[in-house]
């Protein structure tokens, strides 16, 4: 049975389009440096906002209907979004999806049915991928929403819940394996502390760490050959989140032995809440090997919350996509869209919008870091201004053959240093509105 009656397949009608439901940028066969923009995007549905949030905030009710024609709470409502979110995704050209195991489900009070709920759910999920091609990004577990992780997953004071955290994990590596899933997510979302008056850091840390391993011993085990991922946050809903940002978390993995299994999943509204640009996250994922996959949307510059907007800023887009296209591309990631529709905007319309406006927002990103890169100002301009390094006592700085009492003789030779050369910065950023824009006169 059709859901989205009046929405049909979404056609690309190119830049002059006026027409709501058509995308204006995203071609999805078009070639971006010699791959179609599918595969450079990998575009992903996220469960959890299009299919389950109707809007409900802390002073209100939701807006949206999301019943899908079913009574809430039952399996056939677990079904009719199946239903909902397949042809959602096929009439939008979205080949992947990104889930829970609690956004799939009704969750019981016994785990035992929980676990049987997912098991008929996955059944049903397995066919209709078969029968679309549609694939699964990354599976997680929700270690956040039930009352019982109030004090975290790996990091809770009770071993109990810990136990749960567990059972939840290898549930969910289960199902992502079922599917052929290419991740494995880690969101902490209350893997943190209210005060230290009540926290041992230190053990939680460790703890943590544990369940991490426990959970790659197993994936392993079962033949999960994707990538692990922490999806590093800073704050909300605990006011200090151990994964605050990239660099956190990169050290975190080295510091217990991680870091060959996982890698970052960057979220953009995660990184700006962290006090980073988006482009920063990825950019220190990236250098250091960790760059795995994208949670694509955005915050809001006046609020300082999570408020997981589509995104819509092209300059933000185009700063992400050159940071991945440099890095070469997200080998097991893709760009899901961890995005919801404001509380105002609540029909079927609005949300196929919203992803009409990520998606065209991504691939205008995509062809104008392409542009970037293939205009090389920016590239040679960085690299001439460490040029310094690249010929006598910088070259030894670099090759590590130098010593500090030779340096110190040189600085004495030279006697006062001429300075460095000029940053550029507005000659830099008046190079990106130039590509940006060109054809705007
Ligand atoms: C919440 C997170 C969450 C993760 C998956 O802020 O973004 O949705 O992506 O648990
Ligand atoms: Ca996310
Ligand atoms: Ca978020």
């Known amino acids: 049975?059709?859901?989205?009656?009046?929405?049909?397949?979404?056609?690309?009608?190119?830049?002059?389009?006026?027409?709501?439901?058509?995308?204006?940028?995203?071609?999805?066969?078009?070639?971006?440096?010699?791959?179609?923009?599918?595969?450079?995007?990998?575009?992903?549905?996220?469960?959890?906002?299009?299919?389950?949030?109707?809007?409900?905030?802390?002073?209100?009710?939701?807006?949206?209907?999301?019943?899908?024609?079913?009574?809430?709470?039952t399996m056939e409502h677990a079904k009719a979004k199946v239903d909902a979110g397949f042809e959602f995704m096929s009439k939008l050209g979205i080949e992947y999806f990104c889930f829970h195991d609690v956004d799939l489900i009704p969750e019981a009070a016994d785990i035992n049915e929980t676990n049987s709920r997912l098991d008929e759910i996955s059944d049903y999920i397995l066919e209709k991928m078969k029968a679309t091609g549609i694939k699964c990004l990354w599976g997680t577990a929700n270690m956040f929403s039930n009352p019982r992780f109030m004090n975290g997953a790996g990091s809770?004071?009770?071993?109990?819940?810990?136990?749960?955290?567990?059972?939840?994990?290898?549930?969910?590596?289960?199902?992502?394996?079922?599917?052929?899933?290419?991740?494995?997510v880690f969101w902490g979302g209350r893997e943190g502390y209210e005060t230290l008056l009540n926290t041992d850091v230190k053990f939680e840390q460790e703890n943590i760490a544990r369940l991490m391993h426990l959970a790659v011993d197993y994936g392993r085990s079962i033949g999960f050959k994707g990538d692990f991922f922490i999806e590093p946050k800073p704050k909300e809903p605990m006011k200090h989140q151990y994964d605050f940002d990239a660099a956190t978390a990169i050290g975190f993995l080295r510091q217990y032995g991680l870091d060959k299994d996982f890698k970052m999943n960057i979220e953009a509204n995660h990184a700006t809440l962290a006090g980073h640009t988006f482009q920063h996250d990825l950019r220190i994922s990236a250098i250091n090997?960790?760059?795995?996959?994208?949670?694509?949307?955005?915050?809001?510059?006046?609020?300082?919350?999570?408020?997981?907007?589509?995104?819509?800023?092209?300059?933000?887009?185009?700063?992400?996509?050159?940071?991945?296209?440099?890095?070469?591309?997200?080998?097991?990631?893709?760009?899901?869209?961890?995005?919801?529709?404001?509380?105002?905007?609540?029909?079927?319309?609005?949300?196929?919008?919203?992803?009409?406006?990520?998606?065209?927002?991504?691939?205008?990103?995509?062809?104008?870091?392409?542009?970037?890169?293939?205009?090389?100002?920016?590239?040679?301009?960085?690299?001439?201004r460490y040029s310094s390094y690249t010929t006598g006592i910088g070259a030894k700085i670099r090759s590590g053959e130098t010593t500090l009492v030779e340096l110190a003789a040189k600085a004495a030779e030279l006697k006062t240093p001429a300075l460095p050369g000029s940053g550029r910065q507005e000659r830099l950023e008046s190079i990106v509105n130039q590509v940006l824009f060109n054809g705007a006169n």
């Open 1 to 73: 049975m059709e859901i989205f009656k009046n929405i049909g397949k979404i056609p690309f009608e190119g830049s002059q389009s006026k027409n709501p439901l058509a995308f204006r940028y995203y071609d999805a066969e078009k070639l971006v440096l010699g791959k179609p923009m599918k595969e450079q995007l990998n575009f992903a549905m996220a469960w959890w906002h299009n299919l389950c949030a109707t809007g409900t905030d802390m002073f209100g009710p939701g807006t949206a209907d999301k019943s899908f024609g079913a009574t809430i709470g």
């Open 156 to 184: 809770s004071n009770s071993a109990d819940v810990f136990c749960f955290a567990a059972a939840q994990i290898k549930k969910a590596l289960d199902l992502t394996v079922k599917f052929g899933g290419e991740g494995y």
């Open 289 to 384: 090997g960790m760059l795995g996959s994208v949670d694509a949307n955005t915050g809001d510059a006046q609020l300082g919350w999570d408020t997981d907007e589509f995104p819509y800023s092209v300059y933000d887009t185009t700063m992400a996509m050159y940071e991945i296209l440099k890095a070469g591309g997200l080998k097991h990631g893709g760009l899901n869209f961890d995005a919801k529709n404001r509380r105002p905007s609540y029909t079927y319309e609005d949300m196929f919008e919203g992803f009409i406006l990520g998606m065209d927002t991504f691939a205008l990103g995509l062809i104008k870091a392409a542009a970037l890169i293939e205009d090389g100002r920016l590239d040679e301009f960085v690299k001439d």
